[in-house]
């Protein structure tokens, strides 16, 4: 089994930045890949970012490219979402996944407000 953490969230005025943390334990050489999802109210929830365990290959939402960065730490087992230019839209929360050899995980969500 692989636990996520995220944390990190909180509320940033338009045009700030914030910086996601997700702290995976457990059986974490398993992982493949790590994701960071969002979810608005209302909304379906939609992939942001992801990132592979083994090269650091990453992907990224149209939404967010140029204005988020997503990096991982292999020897603390953390995946961060370095997020700038903050919009309004951005507001929602913020999910780590990971793909593994065997199951998937979320982590229980941190919540990002933009405003002002």
């Known amino acids: 089994q692989v636990q996520l953490v995220e944390s990190g969230g909180g509320l940033v005025q338009p045009g700030g930045s914030l910086t996601l943390s997700c702290a995976a334990s457990?059986?974490?050489?398993?992982?493949?890949?790590t994701r960071w999802y969002r979810q608005a109210p209302g909304k379906e929830r939609e992939l942001v970012a992801s990132?592979?365990?083994?090269?650091?290959?990453?992907n990224y939402a149209d939404s967010v490219k140029g204005r988020f960065t997503i990096a991982r730490d292999n020897a603390k087992n953390m995946v961060y979402l370095q997020m700038n230019s903050l919009k309004p839209e951005d507001t929602a929360v913020y999910y780590c996944?990971?793909?593994?050899?065997?199951?998937?995980?979320w982590g229980q969500g941190t919540q990002v407000t933009v405003s002002s």
């Open positions: 996944y990971t793909d593994t050899y065997g199951p998937s995980y």
């Open positions: 457990g059986f974490t050489l398993n992982i493949l890949v």
């Open positions: 990132i592979t365990r083994a090269g650091g290959s990453t």
